[in-house]
């Protein structure tokens, strides 16, 4: 059995990100969850099925709150072994040309979706060094690989993340801290349901536009979070894993 991790998933009390905290706790990893709200009541979910995890408060555009969450995973488990960037803003914009976006929309969504994930790297970093390596995983989009329109905050965002990850593995390799980017697709997670205008968005052509001509699901994701922060994933780095069923090729 592979050692287990201990492991900060930020936006993990619901949708892909409570997808990927299940899936590590069930295989024995050690999650602390992080989240605007929701996070407490996450971990206990995961402990009342036989899971070691914590849960937090914590906005990842906070500096304070980024500090804390990584001080309480250490000192609740001993180690910060691996990050996954997951927080994110997305489900709950609307669809505007890019006229209509307001100035200060575009910068909360550069906040939450590309300074976040700085802040958080920067504040796991130092423990990942002391203890002689670890895991970033951002998650990232195919909206900036595709181009997608009426989102652009997003997709410039989520283009500066794969940018952002590419930059850092290269800074962090001599630390043996690899650093590497998911990219889903339009993924049915439980926020995108709450939201008929984002929910409509999966229809038959997008659908057929995929290899697999199915829609996405926060499962599709599980084991490549699972391979990129294993010990297996040891020699991977400054890469972008598009997860779309085939939607674009990289």
Not at 206 to 229: H, M, T, Y
Request: charged letters at 15%; hydrophobic letters at 50%; aromatic letters at 6%.
């Amino acid at each position: 059995m592979a050692e287990s991790k201990a492991v900060i998933i930020t936006g993990g009390a619901s949708g892909i990100g409570f997808a990927f905290a299940q899936h590590l706790a069930q295989a024995g990893n050690r999650v602390a969850i992080a989240d605007l709200r929701g996070a407490a009541q996450a971990a206990q979910r995961l402990a009342d099925q036989g899971g070691q995890a914590i849960g937090m408060a914590a906005d990842v555009s906070s500096a304070a709150d980024v500090r804390d969450m990584v001080e309480q995973t250490a000192a609740a488990f001993g180690a910060v072994d691996a990050l996954v960037n997951n927080a994110g803003l997305f489900s709950t914009l609307k669809l505007k040309p890019f006229e209509q976006v307001p100035d200060e929309e575009w910068m909360r969504v550069m906040q939450v979706n590309t300074l976040g994930p700085f802040m958080c790297a920067k504040a796991a970093a130092p423990w990942m060094r002391k203890q002689g390596g670890g895991r970033i995983v951002n998650i990232a989009s195919t909206v900036p690989i595709k181009g997608s329109p009426n989102m652009i905050h997003y997709a410039a965002s989520k283009g500066a993340l794969i940018a952002f990850t590419r930059a850092l593995a290269r800074e962090l390799g001599g630390d043996n801290i690899t650093v590497n980017a998911i990219a889903p697709g339009f993924t049915l997670s439980d926020g995108i349901l709450q939201h008929d205008l984002h929910a409509q968005m999966s229809d038959t052509t997008r659908r057929l536009s995929r290899c697999i001509q199915r829609d996405q699901v926060p499962e599709d994701l599980l084991g490549a979070l699972a391979f990129l922060i294993s010990d297996g994933a040891a020699f991977v780095t400054g890469q972008t894993l598009a997860v779309d069923g085939g939607s674009v090729f990289l």
